[in-house]
């Protein structure tokens, strides 16, 4: 039943330039595209399994400040399903870039290498302007438990005390 069917779509457009006064003034920010769209389905079957797919296109940016380095525009696809077992609990799941894991690492939007590395690698990306807000994932594509944990503590103890005095505005 189309009932059970629920469509989104979403447009955004985002004019996001430095505004600093400086030699880059009215320049993009770095990995900010001016377009997106994104379309969503979902379906709730009768026997309470919901099911959903995203597909969204991001467009060309750049990854500097001059704007000399242009990023190509791309699209993610997700898939979702969550499954109640209770009143008050729900199986979830979910699978993110399902076909380009290779788009994160070769730009530089995973830190991935030594401590030392991981660490430069986040000074300079957050010294160009591509983020000023941090939020770790450490599980990456099909990382073994242990090598997660590995990372977790590695980060904690290497990554984040070379880091610690960093100020990068």
Known sequence: PVEAL???????????????????DGN????????????????????GLSTGATLTMV????????????LDGYALA??????????HLEVYGRIDNLF???????????????PKTVAEKFAKAASEGLFNTFMGEFNFADLPEDDLLRSIRLFGEKVMPELRGFEPY
């Open 6 to 24: 629920t469509v989104a779509a979403s447009y955004s457009y985002v004019d996001a330039r430095d505004r600093s006064g400086g030699g880059t």
């Open 28 to 47: 993009r920010l770095p990995r900010r595209a001016a377009n997106a769209v994104s379309v969503s389905a979902d379906y709730l079957w009768a026997f």
């Open 59 to 70: 467009g060309d940016s750049y990854d500097d400040t001059a704007n000399t380095r242009r």
């Open 78 to 87: 997700g898939l979702r399903a969550s499954f109640p077992v209770g009143d």
């Open 100 to 114: 380009d894991a290779d788009y994160l690492l070769n730009n530089d939007i995973v830190f991935i290498g030594s």
